[in-house]
């Protein structure tokens, strides 16, 4: 394995339950710590954040520390770190997200033997969560569940809570756009421009899969990221890739009717029909049975966020 020089990049948003407990893992790697340093952007944290932050900086020199004076969001404070990087390697981490194991950096390392990938880590989710919809999330977003080859995955597989990428390469895809300001989006838009510039995302070594430590989020809290994902950001990924929405056919028939194009009425107007008749009784039934999501057809999951994404398009400006 060629022993690259690593940065990896952490925008720090209220993560004062885990954000020890992730730089004690960073800072307990094999990999040799004179190669790689972490770099910390702390997004206007209202939380003791900024106060670990300096603690861990006085403690290692591997650890940087930058702070915004606002709340920018995740896209242009992770720009923030790749311009303040000089390594090779930039791997990317959320700052609820802990490894699992000592090999994580080589793990992410060792994919890159050619200048032409990108490398993902899964993110997992705690087996003992006080927080039942952990294990859903966990059935349904984990990558090693559903993907079992070693083949390129598509571009909206590429997710950035673990992510790795070689500097050059994401200073020629010029970074994050950050005009995505909300939850969700700036990563598949990412993966996109990549794919389309040649190169691959692969699925990286166990040893680099991490646990997302994710309990503020709840079934209704998730609703409320996809009414937004579906009122602010699909909007801008559609107006600057107008072809994408050839790769997402369900959220395309959620989309606004057209009752000038009879296909469009065919096709639309029975499945929106659908998710409102259903969304009350499901929102009932998750309500009272969160417990039980594990065992409920993806499909009806699919049809209940379904009502929040169809609650975004009814509110964006148009």
């Known amino acids: 394995m060629k022993l690259l020089s690593v940065s990896i990049i952490i925008p720090v948003y209220n993560a ?18 004179h190669l790689y340093d972490i770099i910390l952007i702390n997004d206007n944290s209202e ?17 940087k520390v930058m702070n915004n004076n606002e709340n920018f969001g995740r896209s242009k404070t992770r720009n923030k770190g790749i311009n303040n990087s000089q390594n090779d390697l930039l791997i990317f981490l959320d700052s609820d997200c802990i490894p699992k ?4 950096i080589e793990a992410h390392v060792s994919l890159h033997n050619t200048n032409n990938k990108i490398g993902i880590g899964a993110v997992s989710f705690p087996d003992i969560s006080e927080n039942p919809f952990d294990q859903f999330r966990d059935s349904r977003e984990n990558i090693r569940r559903r993907h079992f080859s070693s083949k390129p995955l598509n571009f909206f597989h590429l997710a950035t809570a673990n992510m790795s990428i070689l500097r050059e390469n994401l200073l020629r895809l010029r970074g994050f756009d950050e005009d995505f300001i909300h939850w969700g989006a700036e ?10 510039q040649k190169l691959e995302i692969f699925l990286i070594k166990e040893t680099g899969d991490v646990t997302h430590y994710d ?48 296909p469009d009425v065919l096709s639309k107007i029975p499945i ?35 009502k929040y994404y169809m609650n975004g398009v009814r509110d964006r400006k148009v």
């Open 16 to 33: 004062e339950r885990t954000l020890g407990s992730l730089l004690k893992s960073l800072l307990s790697q094999s990999y040799p710590q």
């Open 47 to 63: 939380d003791k954040s900024a106060l670990i932050m300096d603690e861990y900086k006085k403690k290692s020199k591997n650890v």
């Open 101 to 104: 194991e000592s090999k994580f």
């Open 187 to 196: 990563d598949i838009e990412l993966g996109y421009r990549a794919v389309n």
């Open 215 to 262: 309990e503020r989020v709840n079934l209704e809290k998730y609703c409320e990221r996809i009414y937004s994902f579906s009122k602010f950001n699909i909007p801008i990924l559609m107006n600057k890739h107008p072809d994408i929405v050839n790769h997402f056919k369900n959220y395309r028939k959620l989309e606004r009717i057209n009752y000038k194009k009879f």
């Open 272 to 306: 929106q029909l659908f998710v409102v008749v259903s969304h009350k009784f499901l929102h009932q039934f998750f309500k009272k049975n969160i417990v039980t999501l594990n065992k409920i057809s993806p499909i009806l999951y699919k049809v209940y966020i379904s």
